[in-house]
């Protein structure tokens, strides 16, 4: 396996969660249907800095040095997004609390599962997200907003690259399906956080057709 059949593996075998996750009610979920400009603002926000306390703390403990760099630059990437929405909006978060993603991300310590679950399911699912901001910018005529979020969404999924280019190197050949099953789990426990959010709230995750 190399990095193009490891993502794509990994994209077909979540397709459904990933579609879901990147459906309309992705912030009816992440605002608890508070869908005005401040709410999206926040939680988009607070998005940066869960990330960066998790992609801190691996960089700090990582023993693979080539592991430890991406940890790092990842951090720096994040930290770069949430200055670009403050200055955007003035929203400050200090030290959100972690989702149930990153709760999950933050107990792994083999290098292989975080690369996968971290660099490469991580960004899949934000992505997602993302998308579903830039819309609600469109939509509100915000061309601003909606251009920055575009950037850091590209930005994003160039985290998928970069993670499966990790994993080419550092991969043995075994250590491909130990990247992939950290990677489809990361994926579930996010959509199942999604799935029982909606639920919560008296709305189904699944579309409606």
Not at 40 to 64: G, H, I, K, M, Y
Not at 95 to 118: F, I, K, M, S, Y
Not at 140 to 164: H, K, P, S, W, Y
Request: hydrophobic share 40%.
């Amino acid at each position: 396996m190399d990095e193009a059949d490891f993502v794509e593996r990994v994209q077909e075998s979540n397709a459904t969660e990933l579609k879901r996750l990147g459906s309309e009610k992705a912030l009816v979920a992440t605002t608890a249907a508070s869908l005005d400009r401040e709410t999206v603002l926040e939680q988009a926000t607070a998005a940066e800095p869960r990330a960066v306390a998790t992609f801190e703390q691996w960089a700090s403990d990582e023993a693979n040095d080539t592991a430890g760099e991406a940890f790092a630059v990842a951090a720096e990437q994040e930290q770069d997004h949430y200055d670009r929405i403050y200055d955007l909006a003035e929203i400050e978060v200090t030290d959100p609390p972690a989702d149930a993603l990153h709760t999950h991300l933050r107990e792994l310590d083999d290098t292989v599962e975080r690369v996968g679950a971290g660099l490469v399911a991580r960004p899949l699912v934000a992505s997602r997200t993302l998308l579903q901001v830039i819309n609600f910018f469109v939509n509100e005529a915000d061309t601003t907003a909606a251009e920055l979020f575009r950037e850091i969404r590209a930005e994003t999924d160039e985290q998928v690259d970069t993670g499966a280019s990790v994993l080419a190197e550092i991969c043995d050949a075994d250590d491909w399906e130990r990247a992939e099953r950290a990677a489809e789990e990361a994926i579930e426990v996010a959509y199942t956080e999604y799935a029982e959010t909606l639920d919560e709230m008296g709305l189904d995750p699944k579309p409606v057709c």
